[in-house]
């Protein structure tokens, strides 16, 4: 097993690891979503959340690769954390994937049908947003936040990083804020949860291996 997934097996849901400034950048968080209830735009939220459940799905996947592979997950978080939730996923990150939708869907021109270098603008802005992502993660590779011990996913061949740690994320929320009723909104984003409790209760309660 390497050193650095031990090192993330050692804290995983340790509450010895709290820190209380989980609490302000909840309510952080909480108001962000409460603004954007409050002024009614409902597909902003629901994209939010669109978003922050497909992490979860790729959180959970990568756990049970890693349970599979017993070396290591495709990406780790053994850094210093108030709560690490799964072998790749700390608090910290949940909290700002539950951000990061609401933000990128705010990038998003009114007319679907713009064309940005010739592109249609929500792939544009999907492909930018993946891109800047993992150009943040390889910083915090290189600070040793976040480690990855296979050559296929780091930063020497980033694309498998970007095509399946992000980019159907923002695909996905997108495709979420573009449908045309709310009733298809609340169904999608009821799927994409529903599908990852299902998966925390086989994987996680049921076999022990999350």
């Known amino acids: 097993m390497a050193d650095s997934a031990m090192r993330a097996l050692s804290i995983?849901?340790?509450p010895a690891q709290f820190q209380w400034y989980v609490v302000p950048i909840l309510v952080i968080v909480i108001f962000i979503y409460y603004n954007e209830i409050g002024k009614g735009n409902w597909s902003v939220v629901l994209a939010g959340l669109a978003l922050w459940g497909m992490d979860w799905f790729n959180e959970i996947v990568n756990s049970i690769i890693f349970h599979l592979n017993g070396f290591a997950p495709l990406w780790g978080a053994p850094a210093d954390t108030a709560y690490l939730i799964l072998v790749g996923l700390n608090i910290e990150?949940?909290?700002?994937?539950?951000i990061l939708g609401i933000a990128a869907v705010k990038l998003l021109p009114a007319d679907r049908s713009l064309k940005?270098?010739?592109?249609?603008?929500?792939l544009f802005y999907a492909l930018l947003n993946s891109v800047i992502a993992v150009g943040v993660e390889i910083v915090l590779?290189?600070?040793?936040?976040?480690?990855?011990?296979?050559?296929?996913w780091s930063a020497r061949f980033p694309?498998?990083?970007i095509l399946f740690g992000y980019l159907h994320f923002?695909?996905?929320?997108y495709w979420v804020f573009d449908m045309d009723t709310l009733k298809k909104k609340f169904t999608a984003v009821g799927t994409i949860f529903a599908v990852?409790?299902?998966l925390l209760l086989i994987f996680g309660v049921g076999l022990g291996w999350l």
């Open 12 to 14: 995983l849901r340790d």
């Open 159 to 161: 694309l498998l990083i």
């Open 93 to 98: 990150i949940s909290m700002m994937f539950a």
């Open 196 to 198: 990852d409790i299902a």
């Open 116 to 122: 940005i270098l010739g592109m249609p603008n929500r």
């Open 141 to 152: 590779n290189l600070a040793g936040a976040l480690t990855w011990e296979f050559p296929f």
């Open 170 to 173: 923002f695909v996905v929320a």
